[in-house]
Each structure stands twice: as structure tokens, then as C-alpha cells.
């Protein structure tokens, strides 16, 4: 069984910083005032103590940059501000319960603090929530699928249950017990992606809302996903 946090750290090298046309306009000035106006996530809670060794699972978080990495942050943050409402919908696309700074490093490592990588990730996710954006990205599970969701996960075993004791939500699949032929008969490969648009817009992003609410209170959102490998060969 192979077990993952989405959105985590993937790969442990060191992130690196990289300009875009967005920023080519910002200054010194630009940048602290940007700084200033962070509100909750000023420099100093961002930046990791100096000389502290930072564990991988907390590498790249609030609370643990580095100076290169906080730069490209403060890059980023203004390129935000910047944007119009479907860019911002896309970067809290959880939820803006989430607070600002788990929001944009949660993209920022996705792309390792790579600022033209993440500007353009977000930018084809703009892209591709456009069309099921038009469908408030089906609400309703059964209409997304064609078919009854407890029939769908009887042949593809794959459901969000409980959460981790950090209070993530944690989503359990099993790809190798998957029938083809049994899917192929109740939904199509569209009505998937559709239920797939259902359950991370509706039902992970409504679990991450109510265990903000909830203790230990967490403002990133996440996710806990386990794989279970069984039943699948190596070809």
C-alpha cells in the first residue's frame, strides 16, 4: 500500500526561484510594501528560524521558508493580487477559508518555488475549471456520473473517509480491483472526470471547510491519499 500527501512535498530537492513578465515591473519598494500589507502573513511568520533544520514534511511551508523561497512568495502574492476572480477562484479553489499563505505555497512547492511554473499552472487550471465551472462543477454526484455513486464506487473502489489525526481528510483508492467492463456499462469516461469534479470541489473542499471549524483547527488544506496497490503487476 503506498501512501501519499496530495499536494505535498514530491520531490526533495531544492526549490528554485525564477522571474516572470508579471513581476518584471515590481521593485525593492514594491516588494516590502507588498510585505507590509501580508496582514497575518507577514515575513517574519514565514520565514524558518535561522539555523533550524527543517524536516522534509515541513519544507516549503509557512513558517519554514527560506529567503529564496519567500521572495518568489512575496513574487507571487502580488501577481495574485494582481489577477482577476478566476485566477483567485483557482488558487483557493478549497475554499477561501483557507489562510492566504497555506493557499499560495500549497501551488508554490507544486512547482518546486519555480515562479514562471507555478503562474502557468494556475493559469491552465483557470483553463480547465472553465467548462465545469459552467456546471458549478456538478453539484450533484448522481447527474455527474449517470448512474448511483454506491454503484460507481462498487466497481471502482475509491471514497474520502475519515481524516488523519491532523484532521486532514483522507481518500482511500484500490485501482487494482477496478472493473472496466462493469464501469463501461453504468457511466462513461466524461461521467468520471464529471464525479472526479464533484468530489474535489464539493466533497473534499466541504471536509476541509468543516475541520477548519473544527480542532486542531487547520488552515492547509490537504489531503491524505492511500493507494492500495494490491492486485497489480509490474507491466
Given at each position: 500500500m503506498a501512501i501519499q500527501q496530495q499536494q505535498g512535498i514530491d520531490n526533495h530537492s531544492h526549490y528554485q526561484s525564477t522571474t516572470h513578465e508579471d513581476t518584471i515591473c515590481s521593485s525593492k519598494t514594491s516588494s516590502t510594501a507588498?510585505?507590509?500589507?501580508?496582514?497575518?502573513?507577514?515575513?517574519?511568520?514565514?520565514?524558518?528560524?535561522?539555523?533550524?533544520?527543517?524536516?522534509?514534511?515541513?519544507?516549503g511551508y509557512p513558517g519554514f521558508l527560506s529567503q529564496n523561497e519567500l521572495e518568489v512568495y512575496e513574487q507571487?502574492?502580488?501577481?495574485?493580487?494582481?489577477?482577476?476572480?478566476?485566477?483567485?477562484?483557482?488558487?483557493?479553489?478549497?475554499?477561501?477559508?483557507?489562510?492566504?499563505?497555506?493557499?499560495?505555497?500549497?501551488?508554490?512547492?507544486?512547482?518546486?518555488?519555480?515562479?514562471?511554473?507555478?503562474?502557468?499552472?494556475?493559469?491552465?487550471?483557470?483553463?480547465?475549471?472553465e467548462e465545469p465551472g459552467k456546471h458549478e462543477f456538478f453539484p450533484n454526484p448522481h447527474k455527474a456520473l449517470g448512474c448511483s455513486p454506491s454503484l460507481y464506487v462498487g466497481q471502482y473502489p475509491q471514497l474520502y473517509t475519515g481524516h488523519s489525526k491532523e484532521g486532514y481528510?483522507?481518500?482511500?483508492?484500490?485501482?487494482?480491483?477496478?472493473?472496466?467492463?462493469?464501469?463501461?456499462?453504468?457511466?462513461s469516461l466524461q461521467g468520471i472526470i464529471?464525479?472526479?469534479?464533484?468530489?474535489?470541489?464539493?466533497?473534499?473542499?466541504?471536509?476541509?471547510?468543516?475541520?477548519a471549524?473544527?480542532?486542531?483547527?487547520?488552515?492547509?488544506?490537504?489531503?491524505?491519499?492511500?493507494?492500495?496497490?494490491a492486485k497489480l503487476s509490474a507491466s
Open positions: 507588498s510585505t507590509i500589507s501580508m496582514g497575518k502573513s507577514n515575513a517574519s511568520s514565514l520565514l524558518g528560524m535561522p539555523g533550524r533544520k527543517v524536516s522534509l514534511l515541513d519544507r507571487f502574492r502580488d501577481v495574485f493580487t494582481r489577477r482577476d476572480a478566476s485566477f483567485r477562484s483557482a488558487v483557493y479553489c478549497f475554499g477561501d477559508e483557507e489562510e492566504e499563505a497555506h493557499a499560495l505555497c500549497r501551488w508554490l512547492r507544486a512547482r518546486k518555488y519555480s515562479l514562471v511554473d507555478v503562474i502557468q499552472m494556475v493559469e491552465e487550471a483557470v483553463e480547465m475549471r481528510p483522507i481518500f482511500i483508492s484500490k485501482p487494482g480491483v477496478l472493473n472496466v467492463r462493469a464501469l463501461e456499462c453504468i457511466t464529471n464525479f472526479h469534479w464533484n468530489a474535489m470541489s464539493h466533497v473534499l473542499a466541504s471536509r476541509n471547510r468543516l475541520q471549524t473544527l480542532p486542531p483547527y487547520p488552515k492547509r488544506f490537504e489531503c491524505i491519499c492511500v493507494l492500495d496497490l
